[in-house]
């Protein structure tokens, strides 16, 4: 495992030159970087689990590498576990402070330690080429809140996608929904975010049908 802690203090010219050196980012050599964001925790019902395992079999069997927030607790765990049995490469991103709480995981490809949270984010997003929001928490909504706004305001064209487990995101559907119709999200912007019942369904979103 190569581990990266706080690049900005690195004796290297560039943060840049620290991240290639470490990431392996040929494009030859794997098809999609998928940045993955998930609970901590397993939550109440198994099957989030079972769709979190077999998420990381498609990003194994798809050629992708997984991009994640480095903790080997929860879904967050699952995916990273299943990918790296899988034998794909495996990114995480955790800040210095939640080493201990996430259990940051020592048998990645690459563990990056940063100082904050909003760097993890930062992370997350310039390393991935699409995103994917398993069930989570706070944190979760947040992380894929960002790709959501991200898409709209046209600073991205990466794929955003919520996989939608037995209904968990219909409520934020259903808000989305409701700014539209109150005018406060145009309806084009809506379609920008894609909301998965199933791998097919995930696969079409990033045009791999």
Same mark, same amino acid.
């Given at each position: ?11 290297? %010219? ?13 494009? *030859? ?11 901590? $925790?397993?939550? *109440? ?13 498609? @990003?194994? +069997? ?22 790296? +049995? ?9 800040? *210095? ?10 048998? %990645?490809?690459? /563990? ?20 994917? #929001? ?8 947040? !992380?894929?809140?960002?790709? @959501?706004?991200?898409? $709209? %305001?046209? $600073? ?9 487990? *037995?209904?968990?995101? !219909?409520?934020? $559907?259903? /808000? /989305? ?9 145009? #309806? ?10 199933? %791998? ?10």
């Amino acid at each position: 495992m190569c581990t990266i802690k706080n690049i900005d203090e690195c004796d290297i %010219l560039t943060e840049e030159v620290a991240i290639l050196k470490c990431y392996d980012m040929e494009k *030859e050599n794997k098809d999609m970087n998928i940045t993955v964001y998930c609970g901590s $925790r397993f939550g *109440e019902k198994s099957v989030f689990k079972d769709k979190a395992i077999e998420l990381g079999n498609w @990003i194994v +069997e798809g050629g992708h590498s997984l991009v994640y927030g480095g903790g080997n607790v929860g879904l967050m765990g699952t995916v990273a576990n299943t990918v790296l +049995e899988g034998g794909a490469k495996v990114y995480g991103i955790i800040p *210095e402070f939640l080493l201990d709480q996430e259990k940051g995981h020592e048998g %990645l490809y690459t /563990l990056e330690i940063v100082k904050s949270m909003p760097e993890r984010k930062t992370r997350m997003i310039n390393l991935g080429d699409a995103f994917i #929001a398993l069930p989570g928490g706070p944190g979760t909504l947040e !992380e894929i809140s960002e790709i @959501i706004s991200l898409r $709209r %305001l046209n $600073r991205t064209e990466k794929p955003c996608i919520l996989y939608n487990i *037995e209904g968990f995101y !219909e409520p934020l $559907r259903k /808000l /989305l929904e409701e700014m539209v119709a109150a005018d406060f999200l145009p #309806a084009e912007d809506l379609d920008k975010v894609v909301f998965a019942s199933n %791998l097919d369904e995930i696969n079409a979103a990033l045009g791999k049908e």
